[in-house]
């Protein structure tokens, strides 16, 4: 029977797919908003006025959903030495070339630029999200301003969870699963998080 290895409690995997429906919600609907040409998608979401009143909120639970994730994992996402060898040889995994790549721990520095990213990428939207939801009562400099950030940073964010999406099902198959499942096969563990492996299999 093949070995398998608990990767992500059931809190961890609920969190991380409520930030998920929420994100996408999010994102469909700002791309409704944000250009005349794709406010045909706010009909799928039930039509200009609903998407106008929800997208914030869309957003909020987002945040939230993030902020629970943060907590959890935070102190895991510091980057180490064999993190800045792995960044520095980033191409081979994107590859598929593990020869020469340092072991990862939970993480890979991948998986860590990413956490790091989203976060700064969703405060910017938070912050900027509250100035353009109630633009009534903030200075004019902010409103510009937000108007300029909140798509930037949501640009930013989309292109982070493109990227997510296919290193976890294309790039590193098996990655799914473990989100999924929450469990892993101890062979994928060692390929894919060496350090990481040591540690659990070590308890």
């Known amino acids: 029977m093949t070995k398998l290895i608990d990767r992500f409690s059931f809190a961890e995997r609920a969190s991380h ?8 919600y999010a994102m469909f609907t700002g791309l409704a908003l944000w250009s005349p ?11 200009g006025e609903t998407v106008r009143a929800w997208h ?3 957003g909020m639970f987002f945040a939230a959903a993030l902020g629970v994730m943060f907590r959890r994992w935070s102190a895991q996402m510091r980057l180490d030495a064999d ?4 960044l520095a040889k980033s ?3 994107a590859q598929n070339i593990e020869a020469g790549m340092p072991e990862s721990g939970r993480f890979n520095a991948g998986q860590k630029m990413l956490f790091w990213t989203q976060t700064a990428a969703a405060l910017t939207l938070v912050i900027t999200g509250i100035v353009l939801w109630f633009p009534e009562s903030m200075p004019r400099a ?6 300029l950030l909140h798509p930037a940073a949501a640009s930013v964010s989309i292109g982070g969870i493109i990227v997510h999406i296919y290193m976890s099902t294309i790039g590193v198959p098996g990655a799914l ?6 469990r892993v096969t101890a062979g994928w563990a060692r390929s894919h998080h060496g350090k990481w492996y040591r540690e659990v299999a070590g308890r």
């Open 177 to 182: 699963q473990a989100m999924v499942r929450g």
């Open 56 to 58: 914030p909120w869309a």
């Open 91 to 93: 191409h081979l995994y």
């Open 37 to 47: 040409r794709l406010f045909w998608m706010s009909g799928v979401f039930g039509g």
């Open 17 to 24: 797919w409520v930030s998920a429906a929420c994100f996408l």
């Open 83 to 86: 993190d800045r060898v792995w």
């Open 142 to 147: 902010l409103r510009l301003g937000a108007i």
